[in-house]
């Protein structure tokens, strides 16, 4: 049983740019979230996907925006990307209201 | 304004002895918190959790007390083995926004 699966594992891109992360959740979950961790910190909540619709929003900008297919796996885009968008990007999968399961993230470099 | 707070940024333990993590958060209407460890180049491992019904957990060689008075809760690891060396993360399930809140998180380090 495949756990939360991430792609690309590292990405580096330049200011400006345009960037699409991915997830697919763990086998039978239907809820995915992701998260931010900044370099020394604990993750930041950005939003999470329900029957393919966003239904809770952190504190990010719309430049941060997210998608979830059919099959529940997701895509977490970030526009006009600033150096500030460094950082280890987290997709977590659970039943709604249920534990959070994590996948082993996707390390972007903005320079 | 930080909800979750882990006050010790590192620890260091022996290994066999007892590893104790702190976590204190802000909002009493806070009501399921989880532990979460983190190897680098690995996203964070669901460890234990604990509703506020209850003021302990545990799963083997892990246990979680919250203190609901004070605000506080630790996550206690006996023996404390080689492979427990990793960043531990301290989380709280906000249930209206269905976010987890987490802490900045404590590297512990087992000597042998």
């Known amino acids: 049983d495949a756990g939360v699966t991430q792609s690309p594992t590292h990405l580096i891109k330049t200011r400006g740019q345009q960037v699409t992360l991915r997830c697919s959740p763990k086998s039978g979950h239907d809820t995915v979230s992701w998260y931010q961790q900044a370099l020394g910190q604990g993750p930041q909540f950005i939003f999470q996907y329900y029957e393919e619709e966003e239904r809770q929003r952190g504190n990010f900008p719309d430049r941060f925006s997210g998608h979830q297919f059919p099959n529940y796996s997701s895509e977490l885009n970030v526009n006009a990307l600033l150096l500030g968008d460094s950082a280890l990007y987290l997709c977590a999968s659970s039943l709604v209201y249920d534990t959070q399961y994590f996948g082993p993230g996707t390390r972007l470099t903005v320079l | 304004d930080q909800q979750v707070k882990q006050n010790s940024p590192s620890l260091s333990v022996q290994e066999g002895r007892i590893s104790i993590l702190n976590c204190d958060y802000t909002?009493?209407?806070?009501?399921?918190f989880l532990w979460y460890k983190k190897y680098p180049a690995e996203g964070p491992t669901f460890l234990i959790s604990?509703?506020?019904?209850?003021d302990k957990n545990e799963d083997g060689r892990f246990t979680v007390f919250l203190n609901k008075s004070a605000k506080h809760l630790s996550l206690h690891i006996v023996p404390s083995q080689p492979g427990d060396s990793a960043v531990y993360f301290c989380?709280?399930?906000?249930?209206?926004?269905?976010?987890?809140?987490f802490g900045q998180g404590t590297r512990l380090t087992i000597n042998p």
């Open positions: 604990i509703s506020s019904i209850k």
């Open positions: 989380a709280v399930f906000v249930q209206g926004a269905q976010k987890l809140v």
């Open positions: 909002n009493s209407m806070f009501d399921y």
